[in-house]
């Protein structure tokens, strides 16, 4: 079976998990030294096929996070607020979210798939999404009419489906108190991803 990381990028994952907890800054500088690489940037570029592969991230502090860690079979998706995501994909990792949900790495279809958590707010997806729910969404900008989707919409984020009828494309909400918002120009809405699972607010 084909390996999914080098011997250098598995090291260096290794690495961060190993320190990320300690009080010591995993910065580029750091790693350098540790994995002594014959040039920083070779241990640049491997740190951003981590970070492109989705197994890293990069906080505000300048060090890094294992987001989705092969030994422990664990991926550890960033939760951002709902007021936080009202922009679009990539940019959005440039929050830098202070949570991560644990999630089972066997749960992925693909290894190479890509997962963020947002916070859902408001009332027009109830009963199926309510206020403060944690909502998984897989990041791809395909989708079908049965799928809910997460998408920037005027800059602002929302979870609808997409619903066409006479040629015509509209926002749809589950709640029937919310009606469908027709989609004039596509250059309105930025399709992140599609919802792939919903956690009940406790």
Not at 38 to 64: C, D, M
Not at 75 to 84: C, D, E, G, R, T
Not at 97 to 123: C, F, H, M, R, T
């Amino acid at each position: 079976m084909k390996k999914i990381l080098d011997d250098m990028q598995e090291k260096i994952l290794n690495f961060i998990n190993k320190h990320q907890d300690s009080d010591e800054n995993i910065t580029l500088q750091y790693i350098w030294d540790i994995v002594w690489l014959n040039h920083p940037q070779k241990v640049a570029n491997k740190i951003e096929q981590l970070e492109k592969k989705w197994f890293i991230s990069k906080l505000a502090n300048w060090t890094y996070r294992v987001i989705k860690n092969i030994a422990n079979d664990i991926y550890y998706i960033p939760i951002f607020w709902f007021a936080q995501c009202g922009i679009k994909w990539p940019e959005i990792v440039n929050e830098y979210p202070k949570e991560y949900l644990p999630y089972p790495a066997n749960n992925l279809k693909n290894k190479s798939d890509q997962l963020i958590a947002v916070k859902a707010k408001g009332k027009s997806m109830e009963p199926k999404i309510e206020s403060w729910d944690t909502v998984i969404v897989k990041i791809q900008d395909w989708f079908d009419d049965s799928n809910m989707v997460l998408l920037s919409h005027n800059n602002e984020a929302k979870i609808k489906r997409i619903k066409e009828k006479d040629g015509k494309y509209f926002l749809n909400s589950l709640n029937n108190n919310f009606d469908d918002l027709e989609i004039v120009d596509e250059s309105e809405i930025n399709i992140i991803g599609i919802v792939t699972q919903i956690n009940k607010k406790i």
